[in-house]
């Protein structure tokens, strides 16, 4: 009974702590996005107002 007792908690303790390492590195890795390209300009905004 002693020994089941103590393999589960070492059990335990890996699985927390892979879980520990697992975050840590989610959070220090380092998201990037691609930047948006502008969208074409119609040809009526770029004419200049006739006066």
Do not use: C, Q, W
């Amino acid at each position: 009974m002693i020994t089941v007792l103590v393999i589960s908690i070492i059990v335990i303790f890996i699985v927390l702590a892979l879980s520990v390492l697992t975050i840590g590195k989610g959070y220090s890795y380092k998201h990037t996005v691609d930047p948006i390209d502008p969208l074409p300009e119609s040809k009526e905004r770029n004419k200049e107002p006739e006066k």
